[in-house]
Nanobody, 123 residues
Framework: QVQLVESGGGLVQAGGSLRLSCAAS????????MGWFRQAPGKEREFVAT????????YYADSVSGRFTISRDNAKNTLYLQMNSLKPEDTAVYYC????????????????WGQGTQVTVSS
């Protein structure tokens, strides 16, 4: 079965950096578009970034554009999210997701989800 396992979350001060990873198994990673989403307490899950199967196409939410970078290593079946200049409002559980098609922003477009990793940014 498909498994997506996130790691790399933690507690960081504002202005700091973190890199999240998502290890994928049970799917053809090289045919899958991937995405990162996040959910803060009391809020709906929101789109963060997405990347095409080749890595040649990426798209970001306005709130993270210029600070976050999504990338993938198809040889390792792993997705990454480099997060720089973190802000307290970036505090959330971060989820990776996969779909067998073009990259997309809507969470309803994704069939597979990880369990999430907590990111907490202190002020």
């Amino acid at each position: 079965q498909v498994q997506l396992v996130e790691s790399g979350g933690g507690l960081v001060q504002a202005g700091g950096s973190l890199r999240l990873s998502c290890a994928a198994s049970g799917l053809t990673f090289t045919s899958s578009a991937m995405g990162w989403f996040r959910q803060a307490p009391g809020k709906e899950r929101e789109f963060v970034a997405t990347i095409s199967w080749s890595g040649g196409g990426t798209y970001y939410a306005d709130s993270v554009s210029g600070r976050f970078t999504i990338s993938r290593d198809n040889a390792k079946n792993t997705l990454y999210l480099q997060m720089n200049s973190l802000k307290p409002e970036d505090t959330a559980v971060y989820y990776c997701a996969a779909r067998r098609s073009y990259y997309a922003r809507a969470d309803s477009e994704y069939a597979y989800w990880g369990q999430g990793t907590q990111v907490t940014v202190s002020s």
